[in-house]
């Protein structure tokens, strides 16, 4: 059964500094893995999908990496402010279900003035 | 353009009682996703159709909870009787799947419903 795990649940750094959240996952049999932002109280917004064929993706300040042998991604925000405090979960589509995106925890970001 | 639409987006009800939550995906997105999110369990797939059709529902808890799609712009997800340990944040997402090409897994999502069962 696939595991998504993210560590740590919860972090907090400077404005200005640059943020590395960690997402594991057991199985490397995926199509693709997303990362998704939560502010509280709201739904979900996807910020990054990358497709297993690949080992990037990047939006702005943000960029994405996948290692789907290792079964790990990193998401980086480059010079961390305020705004980008919020809950930063990852999520895998496995091959073998067309539908289930499996979630991790999540990390939760405060970026502190 | 507007995005997911969920209500109500909190509900306080007694045990024992039906909740009926609401859902209207973005025009034109032909799949449709129920999550519950607890802080024990975080997000969880309940149920999803694809144009209208129910694929897969292993994810329902059990029969104290339905889903229905009637047409491509509404959906609902009935729990009867509630329980407190109902309690969650449930959303709805929509997809685009084309059907000549792969899905991406992209996935929209409403702004949930907050439910409380006392």
């Known amino acids: 059964k696939q595991e998504v795990t993210q560590i740590p649940a919860a972090l907090s750094v400077p404005e200005g500094e640059n943020l590395v959240l960690n997402c594991s996952f057991t199985d490397s049999a995926i199509y693709n893995l997303q990362w998704f932002r939560q502010d509280p109280g709201k739904g979900l917004t996807s910020l990054l999908l990358?497709?297993?064929?690949?080992r990037e993706q990047t939006s702005g300040r943000l960029n994405a990496s996948l290692d789907k042998s290792s079964g790990r991604s990193t998401l980086y925000i480059a010079a961390s402010q305020p705004g980008d405090s919020a809950t930063y979960l990852c999520?895998?589509?496995?091959?073998?279900?067309?539908?289930?995106?499996?979630f991790g925890a999540g990390t939760q970001v405060v970026v502190t003035p | 353009d507007a995005g997911v639409i969920q209500s109500p987006r909190h509900e306080v009800t007694e045990m024992g009682q039906e909740v009926t939550l609401r859902c209207k995906p973005i025009s034109g997105h032909n799949s449709l996703f129920w999550y519950r999110q607890t802080m024990m369990r975080g997000l969880e797939l309940l149920i999803y159709f694809n144009n209208n059709v129910p694929i897969d529902d292993s994810g329902m808890p059990e029969d104290r909870f339905s889903a229905k799609m009637p047409n491509a712009s509404f959906s609902t997800l009935k729990i009867q009787p509630s329980e407190p340990r109902d309690s969650a944040v449930y959303f709805c997402?929509?997809?685009?799947?084309?059907?000549?090409?792969?899905?991406?897994?992209?996935?929209?999502f409403g702004e949930g419903s907050r439910l409380t069962v006392l």
């Open positions: 999520a895998v589509r496995p091959t073998d279900s067309w539908g289930k995106l499996q």
């Open positions: 990358i497709q297993s064929s690949q």
């Open positions: 997402a929509s997809s685009l799947w084309p059907p000549d090409r792969e899905w991406t897994g992209e996935l929209f």
